[in-house]
Every structure is written in structure tokens, then in C-alpha cells.
């Protein structure tokens, strides 16, 4: 088992760049099946998820090749829409290959995706908007098969704005006869840089960004070379990481467009922040200001971040109160940071968070990616050391998140035990 060992105490200093966005690259890995030749992806973060969804590529007979942070992606040559349980148990944006297969040879089977278990996240959404774009679609132990002999346009509505059903349907809906009209969609950046990517190969997506997308069909999509976008959540952490630590850290090569719903919180809490083209710079205060948030879709307070916030508001001065709105089961670490002294009720959707002057280290584990983050911000904060378990969580969404802090003058060390 491998850990990650935390000194407390630290203030980190410096320049960060941001890698590509792990929400963005892997429904655009997943799109490449619907090009009929060689796609080149740039800013592509070396993640585990990544490599699932390359593995998964490589299982229907796609060549893909990494040279530094570029995919190369062939998938002229494949011969098979079944995806295997045992890759899609390790990921929950394996589903995103439905819409694509579908797209392209109008069948395929997947198993129920897996990931992090912060709550529901069903498939209804995904198979509703499938069937009404002629879909036939069969749900039995754990297994979707689906084909269909017409894929053809439709007006779907969205219950819910689902980010994965939102990036399946687009992808169905570019090969689908006629046209598409999707309403209720989710805006988030990664969906933005999904349809560019898709509009740059040849699709027809208009109203991107906004809460319609209007999608004509399209014969033939070229595979073509592409630069994802930076990764806002890994954004968002470095900055709250500079906060919770009272640090002066500049994040380079980042969209600051994207991190509005964030920046907007971080001031009310009384943090400064410089904004100069793609760099955003922040500066650590003494105290910061509790808070109320709640999580919503884009553009709202995006989930992802919320657990590395309520770190930060562990130690503000006063109550913060959280509602998580998305997931259920996004507070897992709350007594973990428990663990460390902080002082958090939850009672259902709802956090109050009392803070404290200070927390100090202990052994912790992470359940998830985005609460082991959140682990990990508090203890750089923490007197004395925290020992960090179940790194492999943190590992799907940050690419070697110790070096990533440590060049920022954190000391974080992974040892084997």
C-alpha cells in the first residue's frame, strides 16, 4: 500500500502550471471513435483514468500511442462495441464510449461504469435520451446492449443537467440522421471543449454553451490534432492550497473564466487575487471569513471543489455552512478532517462548519478523489505530519500531485508501507 507522508506547517510560494483537464480529455478520447482516422491530442495529463479509457481504446483494436503529454489516436481499425467489466468497474467516464459507439456502428454493450463512490449517478438520463433517438437499449445484470437500425434526430429534454448524459447524446446525436435538439444540457467547460473539438472534426453543434444545443448530422468526422484545456479543478486546489497555508502562488496556463464560481467564494471569504491574462496570482491572509455555499451545476459552485473549500473553511473564523446539492455521499471526509481537529456537523445535505485556530496531523484516508485533495490541503496546514492512505483515489484526477506542491515548497513525500 502506498501513502502519501504531509509536513504540516507549510507556506507555499511560487508558480504553478496547470495540466490538461481530466474531464475534458476523456469524453474527447471517447469522441475519437467517432473520426475514421488518426486523432492527436495535446496537454494530455498522465492520470490513471486516462490510461483506463486508453486501455479501453486499445480493447476495441484502436492504436493509441503517448509521447510526453500528446495522444496519438487510430481507430480505423476497430472491430469490437463490447467494453469489459473490468475496465469500466475502474472509471466512471467509461460510459462516455456509448455515445460514441453507437455514433459510429449504431451497437454496443457496456457494463455500469464505477469510480468514486460519492453517490447515485444512474443511467437513466443516458438511456431516456438514447431511446428517443431510436435507441434500443436492454439493461440486465449490470449490462447495457444496444443497437439500433435507425439513428435518427429527436428534441430531447434533460431532466436533470447530466454532464455525462449531455456528452453521450452529443456524440450519438452528430451521427444521427436529421437533426437533434438537446434542451436543459450542462454548460460545464469540459462540455464546451468537447463540442469544439467535435465542430473542429467536421460536426454541426451550435449553441454551445448555452442551455440548448442545436446538432445537424454529419457523414464523416477527421480525426485531427487538438489542445485540451486546462484542468479548472486542479486550479481550484492550488489556490485553495496557497489560501489554507496563508501562501503567495501564481497558477499559470489556466482559464480564470472557468473558475468564477470559485473565485467569487474565495473573495467573499476575504482572499485576494490578481488576475493578469492566464495567470491568476493569490496571496494568503491571517483569518479567513466564513462562508455559506451550495453546489450546483455550471455555472454554479462546481461539487469538485467543494471538499478542498470546506478544508480551507475548517479554519476560518466563524460557522461556514455547506449544502451539497449534486452527491449524497460527498462527505466522506468529514471525519477525517474530524480526525484532525476540525470541527464539522453534518446533518443529511447540509455541513456547519465551526472553525478552528488550528488542526494538527493524523492518519487519514482518502475515499474518494476529491475529499483525498482535500485531506491533503489540511495537512500542509496541519501542525506536524499527516500520513495520507488510499492515494490511488487522488491519482485519477492529479498528475503526481506531491511534485505538483512540492515544487511549490510543500514537503510530501510517497512511501511504500
Request: glycine content about 10%; charged content about 25%; proline content about 4%.
Amino acid at each position: 500500500m502506498t501513502e502519501l507522508k504531509i509536513a504540516g506547517n507549510t507556506r507555499l510560494q511560487g508558480k504553478a502550471k496547470i495540466h490538461g483537464a481530466k474531464n475534458a480529455i476523456l469524453p474527447i478520447m471517447a469522441a475519437s471513435i467517432l473520426t475514421e482516422n488518426i486523432t492527436v491530442l495535446h496537454n494530455v495529463p498522465e492520470l490513471t483514468d486516462v490510461e483506463v479509457m486508453a486501455e479501453i481504446l486499445r480493447h476495441l483494436n484502436c492504436k493509441v500511442k503517448r509521447e510526453g503529454h500528446t495522444l496519438t489516436i487510430d481507430t480505423s481499425g476497430i472491430v469490437n462495441v463490447k467494453v469489459p467489466e473490468y475496465l469500466t468497474k475502474r472509471m466512471r467516464a467509461s460510459n462516455l464510449i456509448w455515445g460514441s459507439l453507437i455514433g459510429r456502428f449504431k451497437e454496443a454493450s457496456i457494463p455500469m461504469p464505477g469510480g468514486c463512490l460519492i453517490g447515485s449517478r444512474p443511467m437513466d438520463y443516458h438511456i431516456k435520451g438514447m431511446r428517443q433517438l431510436g435507441v434500443i437499449a436492454h439493461e440486465h445484470y449490470g449490462q447495457i446492449d444496444s443497437w439500433t437500425p435507425h439513428l435518427r434526430g429527436a428534441e430531447i429534454y434533460l431532466d436533470f443537467p447530466s454532464v455525462g448524459a449531455t456528452e453521450n447524446l452529443i456524440m450519438a446525436a452528430v451521427k444521427a440522421e436529421g437533426s437533434t435538439v438537446i434542451r436543459n444540457v450542462a454548460k460545464e467547460p469540459e462540455i464546451v471543449d468537447l463540442c469544439n473539438f467535435l465542430n473542429r472534426a467536421g460536426a454541426k453543434i451550435s449553441g454551445v454553451g448555452n442551455d440548448t444545443l442545436y446538432i445537424e448530422s454529419t457523414e464523416k468526422l477527421a480525426g485531427i490534432e487538438y489542445t485540451v484545456i486546462p484542468d479548472r479543478i486542479v486550479a481550484g486546489t492550488v489556490l485553495l492550497g496557497a489560501a489554507i497555508t496563508r501562501g503567495d502562488v501564481t497558477i499559470t496556463d489556466c482559464r480564470p473564466e472557468h473558475l468564477e464560481p470559485l473565485l467569487a467564494k474565495m473573495r467573499e471569504a476575504g482572499v485576494k487575487m490578481v488576475r493578469k491574462g492566464t495567470e491568476l496570482r493569490l496571496k494568503g491572509i491571517s483569518r479567513i471569513k466564513p462562508i455559506d455555499l451550495k453546489t450546483l451545476p455550471y455555472p454554479g459552485f462546481p461539487t469538485d471543489i467543494q471538499p478542498q473549500f470546506m478544508a480551507l473553511l475548517t479554519l476560518a473564523e466563524g460557522t461556514s455552512i455547506i449544502c451539497e446539492s449534486i452527491f449524497e455521499n460527498r462527505f466522506n471526509h468529514c471525519d477525517e478532517l474530524r480526525r484532525m481537529g476540525a470541527d464539522i456537523r453534518v446533518e443529511g445535505r447540509l455541513a456547519i462548519v465551526k472553525g478552528v485556530r488550528e488542526i494538527e496531523g493524523a492518519q487519514v484516508e482518502a475515499f474518494d478523489l476529491r475529499g483525498g485533495a482535500a485531506l491533503l490541503l489540511a495537512g500542509m496546514a496541519a501542525g506536524g505530519e499527516t500520513r495520507l492512505q488510499n492515494v490511488h483515489h487522488i491519482d485519477r484526477g492529479y498528475c503526481n500531485i506531491e511534485a505538483l506542491f512540492n515544487e511549490l515548497g510543500a514537503r510530501i513525500g510517497r512511501v511504500d508501507v
